[in-house]
Structure formats: C-alpha cells, structure tokens
C-alpha cells in the first residue's frame, strides 16, 4: 500500500490525497474538512477523532507529521510558519 496517498470516502466520492499537500483538518460536526495547500478542499463522513485514529492506522510512522490543536483542528506540522505563545496564536503558510 502506497502511504504517500490517503484515500476517504465523501458522501459520493472516493477522494485520493497526497499527505504531503494536506495543511490542516477541520471538524464540522459529523465531518471533518481537509484543507489542501493547493487551495483544494474536500470532506469526510468522519468526525475529527475518527479521522485522527484513520490517520494513526493508515499512515503509522507518517502520521506524526499531524497533531491535534484543540477539539477543532489537526495541523500538519510541516506548515507550521510562526507561533506566537502570548497571543495564543498560530499560523501556518504555504
């Protein structure tokens, strides 16, 4: 199995997605939004806990790239651009 790719069901789709390119996850609700670097977006029928296990089990080794900030957001690190500890306040770029 190829770990560079995740593949998520949507409501109708099967969503093929380079880890590479995925900035962050959203939770909304039931679902979880994927927020791609090339300004690509999809959606999951997961919630966000669900999605951080499917990263865990999918992805193993790889899936420490990815932490979980708050009970609305799993970032990847990679795109980590400033942290700012007063304000509480963190921004990721591409």
């Given at each position: 199995?190829?770990?560079?790719?995740?593949?998520?069901?949507?409501?109708?789709?099967?969503?093929?997605?380079d880890?590479?390119?995925?900035?962050?996850?959203?939770?909304?609700?039931?679902?979880?939004?994927?927020?791609?670097?090339?300004?690509?977006?999809?959606?999951?029928?997961?919630?966000?806990?669900?999605?951080?296990?499917?990263?865990?089990?999918?992805?193993?080794e790889?899936?420490?790239?990815?932490?979980?900030?708050?009970?609305?957001?799993?970032?990847?690190?990679?795109?980590?651009?400033?942290?700012?500890?007063?304000?509480?306040?963190?921004?990721?770029?591409?």
């Amino acid at each position: 199995m190829n770990t560079n790719y995740l593949f998520f069901n949507s409501r109708d789709e099967l969503l093929r997605i380079d880890i590479a390119k995925i900035v962050y996850f959203e939770a909304d609700g039931n679902y979880t939004n994927i927020i791609l670097s090339n300004k690509l977006r999809g959606i999951v029928c997961l919630n966000l806990t669900q999605t951080e296990k499917a990263l865990a089990e999918r992805l193993k080794e790889k899936s420490r790239c990815f932490a979980r900030i708050g009970k609305r957001y799993i970032i990847n690190l990679n795109y980590i651009y400033q942290i700012n500890v007063i304000k509480q306040r963190l921004v990721l770029s591409d």
